[in-house]
Structures are given as C-alpha cells and as structure tokens.
C-alpha cells in the first residue's frame, strides 16, 4: 500500500506528536503547518524536546536531533523569521546601532514604545477578580521560563557579559534560597489565587509565538545577538507592569502569598534591565559592533510578539480592542 501522499489540510502539531511517541519520524519531512497556530503548536513541541524537563518528554527527547524533526523546525522557523524580519525592517534606524551608545538609545527606545500597555492599565484600574486571574493565567509572569533561557544565553560569552548573566541567574536563583527561587515564588502565587492551569491548545495563538520565542532563540545558536537583545528588553519592560500588577492586587484584596513573586520583579527587574545594558550589552557591542544591530533586533521582535499578545489579551478579557501604543 502506498502512504498517504503529503496533505496541506492535515493539521501537523498532532501528527508531529503522535511520531515523537512512535518513533515513525520520516513522513513528516516536507510536511507543513496549516496556519500560524498549527506552526508554533509544531514548534513549541519540537522546543520542548530541547528544555522541557524530562519527566514531561519522556523518551520522544531521544528524536530531538531526528533529520525529520530538524526539517521541520528548520523550515516553520524559516517561515516565522521572514515575517519577524518584515516587521524589523518597519523599525527603520534602529539597524544603526553598531556602536554601544547608539546600541544602548535604540534598546531604551524599543522599550519605551510599548512599556505599558493598555492590558495592564485596565489591569491595574477596571478589571474584577476573575479576571485579573485569568490575565495572570494567560500571562505566566513577566518572564516565565526565564531562568533557563538565561542559562542558554551565555553559552560562549565571556567577561562582563558572562558575569552579567550570571548574576541574572543567580537573582532567579533567589541567590542561593530555595524559598526565594523566582519559579517557587510563581507556584505559591498559582497555589494563592487558585489560578486555572490553561492548556497549550487552549492558548490564543498570540500566546502561543511569545512562548515559542523563548524556544526560536534558545534553540539556534546563531541566534545569540537576538536573544542578548530579547532577553534584555524583557527585563527593562518587567518592572512598572509588575508594579500594576500589584496595584490591581491592593485594589481587589489579594491574599498576602500572592504577592511576593510580583513584588520580587517590581523591585529587582529594573536593576536587571539596567545591568543588562549596561554590563551585557555595552561591554558586548564594543567588542563586536556588528552584534549591536542584531541585538537591537532581538529586543524588537520581542517587543512586536508581546505588543500582538497584550492586544489579544485585551481583547480577550474586555471584549474591547486595545488602541495600539504610542
Ligand atoms: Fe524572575
Ligand atoms: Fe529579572
């Protein structure tokens, strides 16, 4: 009997699935995506072949270097980073950043441009209780999965740089206190407000490429200079929308436990946004000034992800379509 020839209207996620777990890998080759959600539900489970922990991969992480599965990450990848580059290529001067003061003006100017958005300031002003859980649901912290992804970033760094990153890391670390680790603080907020655990195909698709770019960046070493940048901007952006945050818990009476993980960013996160410029990025470009205008890049496309994905939030949970950024 002949297999079944290649279908364009096969969805690809579960079918990727389902051949991790059977090991029948070489029928997806050439095989793609029906849209965008079907893409990063593809590759959010190849990513979780690199980082997820193993109890929750089981075997299937044996595959993870599979020539079937490296052509279709490969080639879904290839498709997203052209559309990431388009929206780049609307930034305009920022590619001019090859020297540490432009390259630290141009981080400052990504992140201004959507510091807070209107998600966040309904947040903090409008919403109810269920829905400021819902919000945090969806959201995940500022930075989830963050301690990893720093990990993978300073591979092959050194100097300031490295010990930037590694300070970084220590800080989710709760800097040596098990009961300070940035993750636990996350799980006794989750256990406080009793917050629903969303499923990953329950998750808009805008949710959906924010987490998988964690995934994009940590998974391709020549993407290095990006993830400097993503990474960085994230910090910069983390501090004042955790502050709302904590606004909307004094407005609506959270409990005590809730509180801690977003109070930790709220104060930590700016020192971080900070260092990261200017102990990471700074020493970096001098070094290299052609990594000054792909790190500005990575700070931009993190900040075009997270822009799509507060604007679905919203919409989402108000039913209003948010005005986008100044
Ligand atoms: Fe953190
Ligand atoms: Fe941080």
Same mark, same amino acid.
């Given at each position: 009997m002949t297999p079944p020839a290649l279908s364009t209207n096969r969805t690809l996620a579960p079918d990727v699935a389902q051949a991790l777990r059977t090991?029948?890998?070489?029928?997806?080759?050439?095989?793609?995506p029906v849209d965008r959600r079907d893409r990063f539900l593809t590759l959010l489970t190849v990513y979780d072949l690199h980082t997820a922990p193993l109890e929750q991969v089981g075997? =299937?992480?044996?595959?993870?270097?599979?020539?079937?599965?490296?052509?279709? #990450?490969?080639r879904l990848e290839a498709a997203w980073l052209a559309e990431l580059e388009l929206a780049w290529?609307?930034?305009?001067?920022?590619?001019?950043? %090859?020297?540490?003061?432009?390259?630290?003006?141009?981080?400052?100017?990504?992140?201004?441009?959507?510091?807070?958005?209107?998600? $966040? #300031?309904?947040?903090?002003?409008?919403a109810d209780w269920e829905q400021l859980v819902d919000f945090l649901a969806l959201e995940g912290g500022p930075d989830g999965g963050f301690d990893d992804l720093v990990s993978a970033c300073q591979v092959g760094l050194s100097g300031s740089a490295k010990l930037e990153l590694a300070q970084n890391y220590w800080d989710e670390m709760g800097n040596g206190?098990?009961?300070?680790?940035?993750?636990?603080?996350h799980e006794r907020l989750v256990e406080a407000v009793a917050m629903p655990r969303i499923p990953r195909g329950e998750l808009p698709v805008e949710a959906l490429e924010?987490?998988?770019?964690?995934?994009?960046?940590? %998974?391709?070493? /020549?993407?290095?200079?990006?993830?400097?940048?993503?990474?960085?901007?994230?910090?910069?952006?983390?501090?004042?929308?955790?502050?709302?945050?904590? #606004? =909307?818990?004094?407005?609506?009476?959270?409990?005590?436990?809730? $509180?801690?993980? $977003?109070?930790?960013?709220?104060?930590?996160?700016?020192?971080?946004? #900070?260092d990261w410029v200017e102990k990471a990025?700074?020493? %970096?470009?001098?070094?290299?000034?052609?990594?000054?205008?792909?790190?500005?890049?990575?700070? /931009? /496309?993190r900040s075009s992800v997270n822009l799509g994905f507060f604007a679905s939030l919203h919409l989402e949970l108000t039913g209003e379509r948010a005005r986008p950024a100044a």
């Open positions: 090991g029948e890998l070489d029928p997806l080759v050439g095989r793609q075997d =299937a992480a044996r595959h993870q270097g599979h020539p079937a599965v490296a052509d279709v #990450k490969t290529s609307e930034a305009g001067r920022l590619e001019e950043a %090859t020297t540490p003061e432009r390259a630290v003006t141009a981080m400052r100017a990504v992140a201004a441009r959507d510091r807070l958005p209107a998600a $966040y #300031k309904w947040l903090a002003d409008t206190d098990p009961d300070a680790v940035h993750t636990v603080l924010r987490a998988a770019l964690g995934g994009l960046l940590a %998974t391709n070493r /020549w993407l290095q200079p990006e993830m400097l940048g993503a990474l960085g901007l994230l910090e910069l952006q983390a501090g004042p929308r955790c502050r709302l945050v904590l #606004k =909307a818990f004094d407005r609506l009476g959270a409990p005590a436990a809730a $509180y801690p993980f $977003y109070v930790e960013h709220a104060e930590v996160d700016p020192r971080h946004g #900070k990025i700074v020493p %970096t470009v001098a070094e290299r000034p052609e990594w000054g205008p792909r790190i500005v890049k990575g700070a /931009w /496309w």
